[in-house]
Nanobody, 123 residues
Framework: QVQLVQSGGGLVQAGESLRLSCGAS????????MGWFRQAPGKQRELVAI???????TVGESAKGRFAISRDIAKNTEYLQMNSLKPEDTAVYYC?????????????????WGQGTQVTVSS
């Protein structure tokens, strides 16, 4: 079992940065693939970034060049660094985990989810 607790988020202006954190409980973090997804009102949940157990990362097209995913295994924490934020990045952001070494692009393949955190970017 994995429990995920998110922190960070809030209201920023366009062009500013935010870092989201996702703390994971349990000793399985070192063998867990993680992902960040987001969902804006009226839209489907969208891939933001994913990271496999071997450290490999993938960033979604809308966030490429601006966002980065990383982890601190000693702290059991996954991060999403968001730079050059745009109003279209406004959404609820969720971290997710799956007890598999490889991350997935598909949100339904993640069994564990954080509580979600609102990110609002004003123009």
């Amino acid at each position: 079992q994995v429990q995920l607790v998110q922190s960070g988020g809030g209201l920023v202006q366009a062009g500013e940065s935010l870092r989201l954190s996702c703390g994971a409980s349990g000793s399985t973090f070192g063998v867990t693939a993680m992902g960040w997804f987001r969902q804006a009102p009226g839209k489907q949940r969208e891939l933001v970034a994913i990271q496999s157990n071997n450290g490999e990362t993938t960033v979604g097209e809308s966030a490429k060049g601006r966002f980065a995913i990383s982890r601190d295994i000693a702290k059991n924490t996954e991060y999403l660094q968001m730079n050059s934020l745009k109003p279209e990045d406004t959404a609820v952001y969720y971290c997710a985990a799956r007890l598999e070494p490889l991350a997935s692009y598909r949100s339904y393949e993640y069994a564990y989810w954080g509580q979600g955190t609102q990110v609002t970017v004003s123009s």
